[in-house]
């Protein structure tokens, strides 16, 4: 639980990150106590309005199940829930997962490493041909080359699934004082209509506006549960204080 308790201590303070565009916080922080009380309190009038804010907001794996169960039986498919839950964690699909894989390969934590090796087997690789010796260590740094860039692809595929962020810009929409072209200066790729219809496609399921609808009615349905199981733990941690 203390995955639960940091969450709402950066919701009962006046900087918090990931609600600062939803939440008006209070002025001073709440202890544990009252924190604890506030979530059970929470959990009880709306198990899935928590699901929600602890799922999104941290990822807390219990509620992540509870969201994408409630999702499901909402919806029908796990396809579907997908697209949903994907909005709500602001994780990227069709078209976006590829725009950020590549930019991930390009300028990701790891590209930079991945570079430097490569280009020093290059550089060996090179000295040795023009030596006409050690084919053996040639065929060697030919193959971790083909490793490296494996490995980075692997790399780059795995973490373009977790976000909708600019990896060129690490979300901050500029680099070196200038917007970044990557991302127009958003700092991050927002899913359209077009990336859930590539998604479905993948599984022959057809976007019709009927589906589109659902899901937009689906999404502004959970957005007010989220908010208002915010205010609700925010109302009764302020009256834990005056208790």
């Known amino acids: ?45 709306s198990p899935i309005g928590l ?19 409630y999702l499901i039986e909402k919806l029908g498919s796990e396809e579907l829930m997908t697209v949903v839950y994907s909005e709500l964690c602001f994780i990227p699909l069709g078209r976006n997962q590829l725009r950020i894989k590549s930019l991930l390969k390009q300028y990701g ?4 490493r991945s570079r430097r090796l490569i280009d020093s087997w290059n550089r060996a690789i090179k000295s040795l041909t023009r030596s006409g010796r050690h084919q053996d260590l040639v065929n060697r740094h030919l193959s971790d080359i083909e490793s490296e860039r494996k490995s980075l692809d692997d790399w780059a595929a795995k973490y373009s699934k977790l976000s909708c962020n600019c ?52 999404l502004d349905d959970l957005a007010i549960k989220k908010q208002t199981t915010i205010n609700a733990m ?10």
């Open 109 to 112: 934590p790891r590209a930079k």
């Open 167 to 218: 990896p060129r810009c690490g979300a901050t929409g500029s680099v070196n004082g200038e917007r970044c072209k990557s991302c127009h200066g958003d700092g991050y790729f927002k899913n359209k209509v077009i990336n859930w219809k590539e998604h479905l496609g993948q599984f022959d399921i057809k976007l019709t506006p009927e589906l589109t609808l659902k899901i937009e009615s689906i």
């Open 1 to 45: 639980m203390s995955n639960v308790v940091e969450l709402l201590e950066k919701l009962s303070k006046p900087k918090s990150v990931n609600m600062s565009n939803t939440f008006k916080a209070p002025k001073s922080s709440l202890d544990k106590q009252e924190l604890y009380s506030a979530l059970c309190v929470a959990g009880k009038k």
């Open 234 to 243: 925010t109302k009764r941690a302020r009256l834990e204080r005056t208790d």
């Open 51 to 69: 699901a929600i804010v602890m799922a999104t907001e941290f990822g807390e794996i219990q509620y992540v199940d509870q969201l994408q169960n």
